[in-house]
């Protein structure tokens, strides 16, 4: 049975991978992004960092934490390049217990969607990751019948 995670151990690591991510921009600027695009996402960073530490009793929940992983992770999951390798090596060499996943292809994999944040993922990412190549057209469509299954399910 594995321990149950606490929030403060939980938000302490978080904030020692976004310092990663923010270091990660910085040292490697992704080709993409313009230096003022690079100060922006920093500033969200170092915000999300912010209100993991310092954010009101009653938000701090294993449950909060879990979609703001998925904010900070969601570029060095699905990209490429010296920006997300530096990031992955740092995680590593931290012995941060995060692993790096394609989610995307998890649920396709799977045939569903499971819970709201999946939903939101995949909302997030379909043309994406159509447009780079890495799901298929029919891939897309599939995942697009999924979405729309989970939006009917929701209703219900």
């Known amino acids: 049975m594995t321990p149950k995670k606490d929030y403060t151990t939980e938000a302490l690591k978080l904030s020692k991978a976004i310092d990663i991510a923010i270091d990660s921009f910085r040292k490697f600027k992704p080709t993409e992004l313009s230096e003022d695009n690079v100060n922006h996402i920093v500033k969200v960073y ?3 960092k912010d209100s993991l530490l310092n954010s009101e009793q009653k938000y701090k929940t294993i449950a909060s934490l879990k979609y703001r992983i998925q904010e900070v992770f969601t570029y060095f999951q699905e990209g490429a390049g010296k920006t997300v390798d530096y990031f992955w090596g740092k ?5 941060l217990d995060y692993i790096r996943e ?3 292809r998890k649920i396709l994999d799977r045939g569903k969607i499971k819970g709201r944040i999946e939903y939101e993922y995949a909302i997030d990412l379909i043309v994406a990751a159509e447009q780079e190549g890495r799901i298929t057209k029919e891939e897309s469509m599939k995942l697009d019948v999924m979405i729309d299954e989970f939006e009917q399910h929701k209703k219900k």
């Open 102 to 104: 394609d989610k995307l």
């Open 46 to 48: 170092s915000e999300w």
């Open 91 to 95: 995680i590593k060499d931290e012995n």
